[in-house]
């Protein structure tokens, strides 16, 4: 499935037919048409795992009937008026009835499906007009061209995904939550660190990197440009904390934290940069060779900035931090290979 012009930022939550908890940690979304075959084969196949997860709590599904212009397809835009949204199950069961009987109402003409669904399964014309316009300018705004696609765990798939590659999505998206559950963002503060941003931006993102970790570089030469834009347009205050996983002096990247200019913080937003963009050249030196490396290529001064790494490392664990990079976003906690996405999903 080519996902290529798809933007799943602008893909919420609010519209369409809720299974299960608004506090699921993972949601579902799907847009289907009830005339599509392939919509029909995801269901079917799929329906019964995610309804499993459903009735655990760990998921919740949004199902969006999404009205289309080809002929075929446009055949379900009658039936999707006859959903009631106010009777959520009852609703579920009958969009299984709709695929059921897909090669019944599918032969007929637009009048027919009409007449079927009104005169042989008794059901009455809803008032869905608003919710089927919001969920179509939704979905043709973002990209979403075909049906089914579905938004699940980070991934955006069609019905050519199995029942054993959804499983394991969802086994890993449950891992993944409860690891951003351990955070404790109660003890994030300002302080042993450096702020950019105006103090009545949106939001304050807290981010702990250690210098030494390749993560890091990796994390800092994706994720730095989205920050810097969300803290130039005002929405975020951005407050950096160097720490170290190896804790307790003389290790390479704790040398290079004593020579972030924490008083200017948009000079030491740019060493950070400048060090983890270069760490091939210093990372095979020795403790001597950092320090010469960072006074003689870099040109940097020597700051001291012990306490401020030591009340750092403290801080981290408080917070729960076991990873570098770790980010800190509305309440909830990315580590390693989790923080780039976390960046992305939510600026």
């Avoid at 075929?72 to 695929?99: G, T, V």
Wanted: aromatic share 12%; charged share 30%.
């Amino acid at each position: 499935m080519n996902t290529a012009d798809i933007n799943p930022k602008g893909i919420g939550t609010e519209l369409g037919l809720k299974l299960g908890c608004d506090d699921a940690p993972i949601k579902s979304i799907e847009f289907i048409n009830y005339r599509c075959p392939f919509a029909r084969k995801f269901f079917q196949s799929n329906s019964y795992l995610l309804d499993e997860w459903v009735a655990a709590g760990k998921l919740q599904r949004i199902i969006k009937s999404y009205d289309r212009d080809k002929h075929e397809l446009s055949k379900a835009n009658i039936l999707h008026q006859y959903i009631d949204y106010d009777r959520p199950e009852e609703a579920y069961q009958m969009i299984h009835y709709f695929y059921a009987n897909q090669d019944v109402w599918g032969e007929m003409d637009h009048d027919g499906v009409k007449d079927w669904v009104e005169n042989v399964v008794g059901l009455e014309r809803q008032d869905n007009e608003d919710i089927a316009q919001a969920i179509r300018q939704e979905g043709e705004g973002n990209g979403v061209r075909f049906v089914p696609t579905v938004f699940l765990a980070g991934h955006i798939l069609d019905e050519h995904e199995d029942y054993f590659t959804i499983r394991k999505w969802l086994q890993e998206a449950l891992e993944d939550q409860a690891l951003k559950n351990s955070f404790d963002p109660s003890a994030l503060s300002d302080a042993n660190g450096f702020v950019l941003g105006s103090d009545q931006a949106e939001k304050t993102v807290y981010q702990f990197i250690d210098l030494y970790e390749p993560e890091s570089a990796a994390y800092v030469k994706e994720a730095f440009p989205i920050l810097r834009q969300a803290v130039e347009s005002g929405q975020i205050r951005l407050v950096t904390k160097i720490f170290s996983l190896r804790h307790g002096g003389g290790y390479k990247g704790e040398v290079m934290q004593r020579f972030i200019d924490y008083q200017d913080s948009d000079k030491a937003l740019d060493q950070v940069e400048e060090i983890l963009s270069r760490r091939p050249e210093w990372e095979a030196s020795d403790f001597e060779g950092v320090f010469k490396f960072a006074e003689e290529e870099l040109g940097y001064s020597y700051q001291g900035n012990q306490e401020a790494l030591k009340a750092a490392h403290k801080e981290g664990q408080a917070v729960g931090v076991e990873a570098s990079p770790a980010v800190f976003i509305d309440g909830r906690g990315f580590q390693a290979d989790q923080a780039l996405a976390g960046v992305q999903d939510k600026l």
